[in-house]
């Protein structure tokens, strides 16, 4: 069996799992956040339960529109708060609480080995420690949460061999947005990515979270890295429990394999309106811009900010351009500030954000008026997806979007950096 | 269960936010989730739905984000049923989870025009273009996903289930 196949063989007390079998799997973590929870919480007394079926086993996070944006905001986040304490589960509340993907592994909440649910698409980001994690609806969760077991369909797993070295500029982000230019956002629908090859050794933990996030992105049901020492190490300081470590059997069958060479593979730019339209930035042309936004659960941990500060260390936000940056956590946030980039950041000119998804998905913090061009380093595209149905985003790495915030246009790192 | 409407069309890759938008994701109240119901993709959609209606999209149909609104959004504005090439997979869990017909039947979707009338057998799959005259079949769900739409729901499922763990 292949990575996904055993950990949900495990998972559901059998010998073997074939994909298309439906398996009821048992869950090491479930999530949920502001927007999804009030429907969870809703379901989940429709169900009648006195409690749920481990209350170290679940946590909430309010992250989307906290600090609240407007009145009905503030009422989801109190539901979430009095569920919590009624039940005594984690509630990650301002203050304390960071954009859910990058806190929940950086919190030791999810490890290699688990099976983890959440009620957010980009649940599959803790595939990079080597989870099972995938997203599923508020309703999925209500029952998760009082059962501690969900309805499954084991899924066929395709997996990705990345060859060669990462040239300069080059990471996670590029790889990912590379592949899904590649297969498409429907080309592993229903399935497992597993992501493999030198250039995937190579890669650091904030990396691979990166990749494992966008693997929705391709339609994907979980993104998976396989345990190495970097998983080790990230994993030993923060594991509030005891994990297992599988590994792919040597005569694993997969769906398709898939190989680049990553050697030749430019910084890439997703353009309106999906993830798929990715092309080297080379190739983009002369695109203006309003605003830059560095943050999200795809590319806001500190590498992705020393990234930036790379770029700002040397030049500064262009006037009339709004750089916006957003640490992932208040961990993130305040190793930003012992190394000093919040600094180089402010005096550089952008606006830096206490941990939020804000601006990601057009909640606040930099939504866009009509006709408005963004590029961002989060991992949707869609047409309004950040404010106005008539505004662009463009996806792309962290020091691709701090060059571009330095010109006004997208440009390469390179340029300003020569 | 026997559902007849007129047909909405959409392409490929319909994704959760310009079903719902997230800007209006602040409630979770269904009624008020239908009133902002594809309004990024179709300005049309909200003035010409009537009760019944059906939505028709090609492939990967409710892509992106987990948010379960879409679904309670698209049934709250009166579809019936949405038919498609193919469904993204969380989008097709959280319909089944809160009784929301879906079909795959890539025939019928290249055979329907926009505004064509339909009727459709659920129990038996088949899908009935009135208008043109041509009838299709739908893929069966499999037996584990009849169970949970026939009980209602994953919440009538789940309750069953745990009343029989008790008995
Ligand atoms: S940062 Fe964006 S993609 Fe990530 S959880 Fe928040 S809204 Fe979703």
Not at chain 1, 106 to 116: A, I, K, M, N, S
Not at chain 1, 267 to 286: D, E, I, Y
Not at chain 1, 306 to 327: E, S, T, Y
Not at chain 2, 56 to 82: D, Q
Request: glycine share 10%; proline share 4%.
């Amino acid at each position: 069996m292949n990575l996904a196949e055993k950990i949900l063989a495990a998972h559901s007390g059998k010998k073997i799992v074939t994909p298309g079998e439906f398996i009821n799997a048992r869950v090491d973590m479930v999530l949920s956040n502001d927007i999804t929870a009030p429907i969870a919480i809703n379901e989940f007394r429709r169900l009648g339960v006195s409690k749920v079926f481990d209350k170290n086993k679940i946590v909430m996070v309010a992250d989307h529109f906290v600090p609240n944006k407007d009145i009905l905001s503030a009422e989801q986040a109190k539901q979430m708060r009095e569920f919590c304490k009624e039940y005594g589960v984690k509630f990650y509340d301002v203050g304390e609480m960071g954009i859910e993907h990058v806190l929940l592994p950086e919190q030791g909440f999810v490890l290699p080995g688990d099976v983890v649910i959440g009620a957010d698409s980009h649940t599959c980001t803790y595939g990079a420690v080597g989870a099972f994690a995938t997203g599923m609806g508020s309703t999925d969760v209500a029952v998760a949460m009082a059962t501690g077991d969900i309805w499954m369909k084991v899924p066929p797993t395709i997996k990705f061999v990345y060859r060669g070295e990462l040239g300069k500029w080059v990471g996670g982000k590029d790889l990912i947005l590379y592949t899904i230019g590649n297969i498409g956002v429907d080309g592993a629908l229903y399935a497992a990515m597993e992501f493999t090859g030198e250039a995937i050794d190579q890669l650091s933990m904030d990396g691979r979270f990166t990749m494992a996030n966008m693997a929705i992105e391709a339609g994907g049901k979980a993104g998976l890295f396989h345990v190495d020492n970097k998983t080790q190490l990230y994993i030993k300081s923060r594991a509030k429990k005891n994990y297992l470590v599988y590994e792919t059997d040597s005569d694993a069958e997969y769906e398709k394999v898939i190989e680049y060479d990553v050697t030749t593979i430019e910084p890439q730019v997703s353009m309106p309106h999906s993830p798929a339209n990715a092309k080297a930035v080379g190739k983009v042309g002369s695109v203006k811009i309003d605003q830059a936004v560095i943050g999200s659960c795809t590319n806001g941990r500190i590498e992705d900010l020393r990234l930036a500060a790379q770029i700002f260390r040397r030049h500064k936000v262009k006037p009339g351009i709004r750089c916006i940056i957003i640490p992932g956590t208040q961990q993130v946030y305040l190793d930003a500030l012992a190394e000093g980039l919040i600094e180089i950041f402010v005096k550089a000119g952008a606006a830096v954000s206490t941990p939020t998804c804000g601006p990601c998905l057009g909640g606040h913090m930099g939504v866009l008026a009509e006709g408005e061009r963004c590029i961002s380093t989060t991992n949707r595209n869609f047409v309004g997806r950040m404010g106005s149905a008539k505004s662009e985003v463009y996806l792309a790495n962290p020091a691709v979007a701090a060059a571009s915030a330095v010109t006004g246009k997208i440009t390469h790192p390179d340029e300003v950096m020569k | 269960m026997k559902l007849k409407g007129k047909v909405f069309k959409y392409g490929a890759d319909v994704n959760t936010d310009v079903i719902i938008p997230a800007r209006y994701l602040n409630v979770s109240a269904p009624a008020e989730l239908a009133k902002h119901c594809m309004e990024d993709i179709d300005t049309t959609f909200l003035k010409k739905v009537k009760p019944g209606d059906i939505i028709m999209a090609t492939t990967n149909f409710g892509c992106g984000s987990s948010r379960e609104h879409a679904p309670l959004a698209i049934k709250a504005s009166g579809i019936s049923c949405v038919i498609a090439h193919s469904f993204a997979r969380i989008f097709f869990r959280n319909a089944i989870n809160i009784g929301l017909p879906l079909l795959e039947c890539a025939e019928s979707v290249n055979n329907t025009k926009a505004g064509d009338a339909l009727e459709i057998d659920l129990a038996k799959g088949t899908i009935k273009n009135i208008t043109n005259g041509k009838t299709f079949t739908a893929e069966p769900y499999p037996d584990f996903m009849s169970g949970i739409i026939s009980a209602g729901g994953l919440i009538a499922y789940t309750k069953k289930r745990l009343a029989l763990a008790k008995a």
